[in-house]
């Protein structure tokens, strides 16, 4: 009886051990596998920063005006290139209000003429829809 008793003790302290040794290999298998974890995120992190620079760098106004003139061939609006059209549907103003005398009755809208930066329909389609 003493002999079973010892086999079976023998069995259970081999079992503790083997699952023992498991333990451990799973513990250091994850801790291996967290460290790469970390270490690709500490990447990614590095990888967004330097992303995000660029995107800024990207959207510089000096470089959007640059895109816009050498890539569309826009050029920028002046005095001399603007005309003027009357506005096709006015504000409604009220029956008490009385224009001033020095104010023409007529709205006035800027329209920039041909070649300046308001792109046309067909060039807007070539290009995306946007700059």
Request: proline residues 6%; glycine residues 4%; aromatic residues 4%.
């Amino acid at each position: 009886m003493i002999a079973r008793l010892n086999v079976l003790l023998l069995l259970l302290m081999i079992g503790s051990a083997l699952w023992l040794v498991r333990v451990q290999y799973d513990s250091r298998r994850l801790y291996s596998e967290l460290d790469r974890e970390v270490s690709l995120a500490r990447q990614l992190e590095i990888d967004s920063d330097r992303l995000k620079v660029a995107v800024r760098a990207q959207a510089a106004a000096t470089r959007v005006e640059s895109f816009a003139r050498e890539q569309l061939k826009m050029q920028s609006a002046s005095p001399t290139t603007t005309h003027y059209v009357p506005d096709p549907f006015p504000a409604p103003t009220s029956a008490n209000a009385v224009a001033p005398a020095a104010v023409s009755s007529v709205p006035q809208v800027a329209v920039p003429a041909a070649g300046s930066l308001a792109l046309t329909a067909a060039r807007a389609a070539e290009h995306g829809g946007a700059l």
